[in-house]
């Protein structure tokens, strides 16, 4: 044993053998040198030992009563979740046919006992190794599969940015462009009604195109994360309630917006900023989508760790094909006719929910209405992060 030096943490090693001295002297030799060892005296004690906690490697001896080596490598092999624990046989059994057998039933080697301790020891460091060499590798591939997959969607969310600037963008700036030139070239000076009329629709246009650029600048603020989660204390019913009258002010909608609220407290830390596109972002969805005077409901419920928020409309619904889409940038349900959008709404909603260590669902039926609920912890983490 000259030259072997305990070398804390190397793996968590199972010994297989139903013969005691065997498991005392590997268990004492393999923990002298850092290993973390247990021990099994049976098939259906090693079985059990690896549903407990999957070992790095296993020493499996294969003459044992009941259940013999072959038989327990045969379950660990069948079942997906242990297949790639590495298994050295340990046996007296020395023909050629007992070895082919146990390779061919996914050993990794094979030692004839009787054994000398540093062949057992030399062999162990090589298969964990190689299976550390594994292990990085698998990562090193998953990594490569995300990463192309990032890019995959990158491409995918890049094209489709273009045909939607090309689109939403131009749409609103033909509107400026077309009522700017009738005021220059009608031959004659507007009375007051008309330049108003036309100075209304270049408004909308502007607002229009404002709000576009402010979602796409939020969403890839997040996507790229730079854009910091600041949460403060705030006091959840009176920011619904202020939300709510600035939103029917501003949109001048004759939609109905019924606030019920629930709970002995409804005090919060949360990011306000986000917490306004959240609400924002689905109460002007509701009103888009419902019927003129519709009623809208906003329900806050506040437990002790958790708002839970519900916006419902009567509105068009959401076909059921289209729900498992609805969070994804740019994309839009295929039932919403003539109305304008930009399809980045839902998309900056779910994120901030997200940022909040939150999470939003959906309810919907086709001309039946929508339910959005957003769960939220009423408390924010320690530390500051960033979206991403």
Known sequence: MDGLQPDPGKGDVLIVDDTPN??????????????????????????????????????????????????????????????EIPVIF????????????????????????????????ARIENQLALRRMQIKL??????AL?????????????????SMVSHDFRSPLTTIQGFAELLRCSGQV????TVNHYVDKID??????????????????????????????????SFCQELIETLQVSTNSSHQICFTCTGNSTQAEMDTLLLQQIFTNLLS???????TAGQINLNLECS??????????????????????????????????????????????KRCVEAHQGYITVESQEGMGTTFTVTLPRYAQLSDHSLA
Do not use: W
């Open 146 to 162: 995300r990463a192309l997959e990032q890019e995959k969607e990158l491409n995918r969310l890049k094209s489709e940015f273009v």
């Open 22 to 83: 065997n498991l005392h002297l590997l268990s004492s030799m393999l923990e002298e040198l850092g290993y973390e060892v247990r021990c099994a005296s049976s098939g259906a004690m090693a079985l059990m030992a690896v549903s407990t906690e999957y070992p790095d490697l296993i020493l499996l001896d294969i003459s044992m009563p009941d259940m013999n080596g072959y038989e327990v490598c045969q379950h660990l092999k069948e079942n997906q979740a242990t297949q």
């Open 304 to 349: 002790e760790m958790l708002a839970i928020v519900q916006i419902r409309d009567q509105g068009i619904g959401i076909p059921l094909e289209n729900q498992p889409h609805l969070f994804d940038a740019f994309y839009r349900c295929h039932n919403v006719g003539q109305i304008k959008g930009t399809g980045l709404g839902l998309a900056v909603v």
């Open 285 to 291: 969805n509701a009103i888009k989508y419902s019927p």
């Open 90 to 121: 340990l046996s007296a059994l020395s023909e050629t046919i007992d070895k082919v057998k146990a390779f061919q039933l996914g050993g990794v080697d094979y030692i004839t006992k009787p054994f000398q301790i540093e062949e057992v020891l």
């Open 138 to 143: 698998q990562q090193a591939e998953a990594e």
């Open 204 to 237: 909308v246009a502007v607002e229009h195109l404002l709000c576009l650029l402010d979602e796409i600048l939020l969403l890839g603020s997040i996507e790229a994360g730079k854009l910091q989660y600041q949460p403060m204390t705030i006091d959840l019913k």
């Open 190 to 193: 507007p009375d007051l009604e």
